[in-house]
C-alpha cells in the first residue's frame, strides 16, 4: 500500500511538473524593477515648463537635434516584441508623426538606442546597449526616415568591445580632429573614450589598434553625451545612483584629456544634481533658457524647462515611487 501511495504521489507531481505554467506559457513581459532608492544632495532645480507624456517612446533614452527637428528615441517592450523606437518632433515638441523602429526585415534589431549623432562626414552613428554589451550602428539616416524602418539602412555594424559598460555616442572635436565619444555606465572604472572614426569603421570594432585616441577616467552611472563645440564642453548626463536620479556633469574636454580624469585641477566646470528620483537618460539644452530633459518613467517622460542653482538640500526618496519604467 505504502509502494503504491508513494508511486502515485510521484506520477502526479511529475504530471504537476511537466505541465507550464499559464503566465509561462504565455511568455510575459517582464519590466525589470528599478533598484533601491537613496537620499542625495540636490543643488540645481528645474523650473516648470512644457511637460509631455509619450507612452510610443517606450522607456525613453534620449534625444537629439538634428536639421531643426528634435528626435527622441526609447526601448519598447510593450507590446512585444521588445524593440527601439525613433521619433521625430518639432522645436515646438509637437510629434510630426515621422518614426523608425529600428527592425530590420520585421525583426527588432537595436533594442535599447543609447546615442544618436550625426557629423558631415562620417554620417550618422546610433548606439544599442543590452546586457552591458555594446554595438554601434552607422546608418542611412535618410533611408531609415523615408522607410520608417532599418531594412536597407545599416551602413555598418561595429562591436563596441573596448566599451566597459555600454555605449552612448556623440561626435566632438578635440584638437582639431573629429573623434566619437563614448562612455561607460556603472561605477567601476567607467571611462569616456575617443575613437577615430576611420579606424573604427574600417576596423569593425573599437578595441582594434588605433581606435582608442583618448580614455579619461570619469564619473559613474553615464546615461548620454552632449557636446557643446562653441564652450569646448562635454556634458554627462548622469544618474546620481544606480538607475536614480538627475546629474549633469560639465567637463573642459581638452583640460579632461591632458589629464586623463574628470577629477583632474579645472576639469570639471560644474556638477548639478536635481531632485527627482525617476532615472534621467538625456538631455538637450535648446537654448539658454530652455532645457530638455527625458526620463524612462511612463508619465512625463519629455519635460522642458529653465535650470537655476539653488541653496544646497537633502533629496530623500519620494513618498511614492516615480522610478517606474514602462
Known amino acids: ?21 499559464v503566465a509561462a506559457a504565455q511568455n510575459p513581459v517582464r519590466i525589470p524593477l528599478p533598484p533601491p532608492d537613496g537620499t ?44 527601439g523606437v525613433i521619433k521625430e518632433y518639432t522645436l515646438d515638441l509637437e510629434p510630426t508623426g515621422r518614426s523608425i523602429t529600428l527592425s530590420k526585415l520585421g525583426k527588432p534589431l537595436i533594442l535599447h538606442p543609447t546615442g544618436l549623432t550625426w557629423d558631415g562626414r562620417w554620417g550618422t552613428f546610433l548606439g544599442d546597449t543590452v546586457e552591458k554589451k555594446a554595438t554601434l550602428f552607422r546608418l542611412d539616416w535618410e533611408r531609415a526616415l ?6 536597407e539602412a545599416i551602413l555598418d555594424a561595429i562591436e563596441d568591445d573596448a566599451a566597459i559598460n555600454g555605449c552612448r555616442p556623440v561626435f566632438v572635436s578635440a584638437g582639431g580632429r573629429t573623434l566619437l565619444a563614448t562612455a561607460d555606465y556603472g561605477d567601476i572604472h567607467p571611462e569616456i573614450r575617443l575613437y577615430d572614426p576611420e579606424h573604427l569603421v574600417a576596423s569593425r570594432r573599437s578595441s582594434a589598434p588605433g581606435v582608442v585616441v583618448h580614455r579619461i577616467l570619469s564619473g559613474p552611472f553615464n546615461q548620454n553625451l552632449h557636446w557643446d563645440g562653441e564652450k569646448g564642453e562635454l556634458i554627462c548626463i548622469q544618474n546620481v545612483i544606480e538607475g536614480r536620479g538627475w546629474r549633469l556633469d560639465h567637463l573642459d574636454l581638452a583640460r579632461a584629456l591632458a589629464d586623463g580624469r574628470v577629477a583632474g585641477p579645472g576639469v570639471r566646470t ?17 537654448d539658454r533658457e530652455k532645457m530638455l530633459f527625458v526620463t524612462s518613467s511612463r508619465r512625463n517622460n519629455i519635460r522642458l524647462g ?21
Open 306 to 326: 529653465a535650470v537655476r542653482p539653488i541653496p544646497p538640500r537633502e533629496s530623500p526618496p519620494p513618498a511614492k515611487d516615480q522610478g517606474e519604467t514602462p
Open 270 to 286: 560644474a556638477s548639478q544634481t536635481f531632485d527627482p528620483h525617476d532615472e534621467l537618460e538625456g538631455f538637450l539644452p535648446l
Open 146 to 151: 523615408r522607410d520608417g524602418n532599418l531594412d
Open 40 to 83: 542625495w544632495t540636490a543643488n540645481a532645480e528645474v523650473v516648470p515648463g512644457k511637460v509631455v507624456t509619450d507612452p510610443a517612446l517606450g522607456a525613453g533614452q534620449g534625444v537629439s537635434l538634428h536639421d531643426d527637428h528634435l528626435y527622441f528615441y526609447g526601448d519598447v517592450r510593450i507590446p512585444p516584441p521588445r524593440v
Open 1 to 21: 500500500m505504502n509502494c503504491t501511495r508513494r508511486s502515485l504521489t510521484t506520477l502526479i507531481v511529475s504530471i504537476l511538473l511537466a505541465v507550464p505554467p
